[in-house]
């Protein structure tokens, strides 16, 4: 009998070992079906300083803004911990961000390497520029156990070298590899420079999350301009992206608190209602979605740190909402 059973079990192996990938157990999502992205300032301002480690729970991927361009090597970046932002921490070291990076991916939470920004910029404007890039942002990537990389280039895109460098990218870190897109509203705007990147990049983005906000009228996909601060000005403009997009890579972008953004903030019960009506089509002002889209991917705020200077009065109610998403 226990010859038998052995036997039994080698043939079970055997041929476990022998099925077809589809039969196998399905890879772990890299991102919740509804997550919190916020960005983590890597410098000093008005809004609370912090080490990765206090971040709060609330967030799924974290955004490190932001790498800086190299003047020795066009195209290049570097990053690590701003000194202005180690001195307010009491002497935060690069050692202790990539200690609290590998804590925090313990926990289930993801991180993309931040570019641009509002007076950031990357040269891009060559194939030598681009190699520069690409083997700079690889290096940080491992040294600092990064996922992925995010692209808020606000201050021109080379659309066809972005494409590139990110494609050299993906096939260098492979799979895993996480690509995220910060937009501003004009630019995903119908022949905006980012339709045509994320057309380009659609079969390999992990999210785009639009900001909406520092943003003047906008026109909806419904024919209607909508001013921001409204449901409308978010949800009419979203299906911008759910047109070419899947729904779980399209996120709303908006600030955590009115200090954080020149103009656009919403209270988080406006977010609430917008995720409604773009996931179940209720709830809505003006436009109403064709269909609904359950499968929206979530949210995305600027930043962590004037979340934190509110005591998280943006994160607790919307990370709240996205739990109860179908």
């Known amino acids: 009998m226990m010859r038998r059973l052995a036997t039994l079990a080698a043939a079970a192996l055997t041929a476990l070992a022998l099925a077809p990938a ?9 991102l919740p079906k509804h997550q ?30 932001f790498a800086n361009a190299d003047p020795a090597r066009p195209g ?37 390497l931040s570019i641009g920004g509002e ?4 040269d891009l404007s060559s194939p030598a520029n681009v190699t520069n890039f690409v083997d700079s942002v690889g290096k940080i990537l491992t040294d600092y156990g990064i996922d992925g990389l995010d692209i808020d280039l606000e201050h ?42 994320i057309n380009n990049l659609k079969d390999v983005i992990t999210v785009v999350h639009t900001q909406y906000y ?12 909508y001013s921001q601060g409204s449901v409308d000005f978010i949800t009419a403009q979203a299906c911008y992206l759910l047109e ?9 972008g908006l600030p955590a608190a009115p200090s954080a953004a020149g103009s656009g903030y919403v209270d988080p019960s406006v977010i609430g209602n917008a995720l409604t009506c773009l996931t179940a089509a209720k709830g809505c ?42």
């Open 214 to 225: 520092n943003s003047g009228s906008m026109n909806g996909c419904d024919g209607g301009v």
């Open 22 to 30: 589809a039969a196998t157990a399905a890879a772990p999502q890299a």
């Open 36 to 65: 919190l992205t916020g960005y983590w300032q890597n410098f000093v301002n008005a809004a609370k300083p912090l080490k990765v480690s206090d971040i709060s729970p609330n967030y799924d991927l974290i955004a490190l803004a």
């Open 285 to 326: 002002g003006q436009y109403t979605p064709a269909q609904p889209s359950p499968e929206l991917s979530g949210v995305m705020t600027w930043s962590i740190n004037w979340d934190a200077s509110s005591g998280n009065g943006f994160s607790n109610p919307v990370r709240a909402h996205l739990d109860a998403l179908p």
């Open 76 to 112: 290049a970046v570097t990053f690590n911990v701003d000194p202005k932002l180690s001195d307010a921490l009491g002497g935060y070291t690069d050692d202790q961000l990539k200690a609290d990076i590998a804590a925090k991916k313990a926990e289930g939470k993801s991180f993309v």
């Open 119 to 122: 007076l950031g910029n990357v």
């Open 244 to 252: 070419v997009l899947r729904p779980d890579q399209v996120s709303l």
């Open 156 to 197: 021109g895109l080379n659309v066809p070298n972005t494409t590139s460098a990110v494609q050299q990218l993906h096939a260098k870190v492979g799979d895993g590899f996480l690509l995220t897109m910060a937009p501003q509203t004009l630019d995903v705007q119908p022949g905006g420079s980012y339709m045509q990147l």
